[in-house]
Structure formats: structure tokens, C-alpha cells
């Protein structure tokens, strides 16, 4: 309904936040990453509010959202400072949705494996020990609900390498070595055609939980 105000945590480039304001919602993006940030409002159609702020200190007002969103991102974000000001912004009864996507095949290992020879140092695993329904319980929400269900996304050549460069790994890539790694994601890429299309399998985690 149009009275509803939705803010998205971790919004990146807006591609969840212009899908949510299809609804007539009232959205607010925001993102640490004043890139993409800009990027997202560049491709603004839908009169949405974006902001560059850390999750762990926005500039909202208390009680301000009915609802809170984070897709693929509150792994970033899941500590406890970061936790507490989400319930801030939150509106008492309001809910915060998380939603992961994680591989259930083997497209991610695969493109990890190659482009490590390309990064310095060991590979960084932020989802290590990330549970996001126990975070939310331990740090006051309440009603915490948790769904797994399972699907594909088909890519085709041409997704699946930008795809590929818009992921946390992608970003230690050394710069001078990017001409030579995005070659090695063409060739991985193309080796898993099948019918034209690549496929990726994932497990859909959704949490929802509540502000009391």
C-alpha cells in the first residue's frame, strides 16, 4: 500500500529496490558503497530515496520504517551494532526480511577456484559461522521465522561474466590483473553452456523477524 515505507539495507545498484517499488511502496536504498550508490540513481524510474550510509549508523529517524530489507547482503552487516540500528529505524512491530542466496551446485567453487590464482593472499569467507536467524533472536528481534527452498537462475554468456564481475570477490582482484582474469571468467563461463544457457543452482534462505 502506499502508505508503507520500506527501507532496503546493502541496496548496491537498486535492482531489489525498483523491484520492491513496483508494489507503490514508499523505498529508501542505502549502501556503503557510494559507487554503486550512484549508479542506482542513475537508473532511478521510480522516485525511490537512495543514501550512502554504513548499516551501523544511518541517518533515519527512529521508528521510521514499517519493514527492513537486506537481499544477498546482511552477511556484510550482521553484527551487533549494526543489528541495533535496524531495530532502531524499525517502527515497533515492524519486520526485517533477510534473504541469501547460496550455491547449492558447483558454478560458485568453480569461479573461486580460477580466480584464485589471480588474488594475493587467502580468500576471505564472510558467511563463515553466518547464521542470520540466531543473530536476529540473540540481538532482540522476536518471531524469527526461517524458509530454505530451492531453484536456478539461468545465465547466458554475456550474465553470467558481468555477473561474475559484480561479486565481493571480483574486488581483490589485483587491477593490473583484471584484463587476464575477466579473459579466465569468459573461458569458465563458456566451457558451462549448455543450450546457450549457464546454470546456477541455489538454496533461497529466507528470515524474517520481527521488532517487538
Known amino acids: 500500500t502506499p502508505n508503507v515505507v520500506i527501507l532496503d539495507i546493502g541496496c548496491g545498484t537498486g535492482i531489489v529496490t525498483r523491484q520492491l517499488a513496483r508494489y507503490g511502496v514508499k523505498i529508501f536504498g542505502s549502501d556503503k558503497d557510494a559507487e554503486m550508490v550512484k549508479i542506482a540513481e542513475e537508473k532511478n ?3 525511490i530515496t537512495y543514501t ?12 521510521q520504517f514499517d519493514a527492513a530489507t537486506a537481499f544477498s547482503a546482511f552477511h556484510w552487516f550482521s553484527d ?4 541495533n540500528e535496524i531495530r532502531r529505524v524499525l517502527k515497533n512491530k515492524g519486520v526485517f526480511f533477510v534473504v541469501n542466496k547460496n550455491d547449492a551446485g558447483d558454478f560458485k567453487k568453480g569461479y573461486k577456484d580460477m580466480l584464485r590464482a ?3 593472499g587467502e580468500l576471505p569467507d564472510v558467511k563463515k559461522q553466518y547464521l542470520p536467524e540466531k543473530i536476529l533472536w540473540k540481538d532482540g528481534f522476536v518471531d524469527v521465522q526461517k524458509n530454505i527452498f530451492g531453484t536456478s537462475e539461468f545465465f547466458t554468456l554475456a550474465q553470467a561474466v558481468t555477473y561474475l564481475q559484480s561479486v565481493s570477490i571480483w574486488n581483490l582482484v589485483p587491477e593490473g590483473r583484471k584484463p587476464q582474469a575477466l579473459q579466465a571468467l569468459e573461458t569458465y563461463c563458456r566451457n558451462r553452456l549448455v543450450n546457450d544457457y549457464i546454470e546456477r543452482k541455489l538454496e533461497i534462505v529466507a528470515v524474517v ?4
Open 52 to 63: 550512502v550510509a554504513q548499516a551501523s549508523k544511518m541517518p533515519f529517524d527512529n521508528n
Open 118 to 120: 589471480f588474488i594475493p
Open 209 to 212: 523477524a520481527r521488532k517487538s
Open 80 to 83: 551487533k551494532e549494526s543489528v
Open 45 to 47: 524510474t521510480a522516485n
